[in-house]
């Protein structure tokens, strides 16, 4: 009885750990700000969306950056782990690099590259989708921008765009010493289109010397440039 119990509780362990340790592939993005983007679907264990921050070292990033050449995406594929851990306890990550999607003909280009320094900037559970209209979220810098597209909305379709600020405003407000720091979505009935303006309220914040400077706020003319990344949701 104790031999069966026992075999009972590791077949047990062995699918607690089978059931949170998969993996999570990601679609790296931006330039002067090294982002991921994790490649969601509607069930347990991947149902997150999920925008980190990332560093890499000078010469692995200029590694990087010469494959985010026109037209061309990149994928990475850590080792797998706990996604649930992982946005308790943000911590690096190790695995390939490819140019393309890792799944559709993708080609390795850099192995065992570490993710480090990681920092969560967005996560969002999945629910089942609804027809409600299309939002998208800014992340980035004023100079490198790009739009992501939030799943539950009427398409289920994973899409990253490059993204603009209108010229007059950065002229407006020096943008260059501000971070981006919003949530405020552009919302769009449909999927953004490149060329696609919209107007959008963002917050802005800036650190002085001795203090942290109050967050001010201003409308700006964001628009689509062209598609980094589109897929639909399995």
């Known amino acids: 009885m104790k031999v069966l119990i026992s075999f009972l509780f590791l077949c047990l362990l062995s699918f607690h750990t089978y059931a949170v340790e998969a993996t999570h592939g990601m679609v790296l993005f931006g330039q002067e700000k090294l982002m991921a983007y994790h490649l969601p679907m509607y069930h347990k264990i991947h149902n997150k969306q999920v925008v980190f921050e990332y560093t890499l070292s000078a010469e692995l990033k200029a590694k990087l950056l010469s494959y985010m050449t026109e037209g061309q995406f990149l994928t990475f594929v850590p080792a797998p782990f706990d996604l649930e851990v992982f946005l308790l306890k943000p911590h690096a990550l ?136 589109k897929d639909d949701v399995m």
Do not use: W
Request: aromatic content about 8%; overall charge negative; glycine content about 4%.
């Open 94 to 229: 190790v695995g390939d690099v490819y140019a393309g999607h890792f799944e559709k003909d993708g080609v390795v280009v850099m192995e065992n590259v570490t993710l480090d320094n990681v920092k969560v900037l967005y996560q969002r559970t999945l629910i089942k989708p609804n027809a409600q209209a299309n939002h998208y979220l800014l992340f980035g810098t004023p100079s490198d921008l790009y739009e992501v597209h939030l799943l539950n909305g009427g398409l289920q379709v994973d899409h990253i765009l490059k993204a603009s600020v209108n010229a007059s405003d950065i002229a407006t407000v020096n943008l260059t010493n501000y971070a981006i720091n919003t949530y405020s979505p552009v919302i769009s009935e449909e999927l953004l289109n490149e060329k696609d303006e919209s107007i959008i309220e963002l917050f802005f914040e800036v650190a002085c010397r001795r203090r942290l400077c109050d967050p001010i706020s201003k409308k700006l003319k964001v628009s689509a440039e062209k598609t980094y990344f």
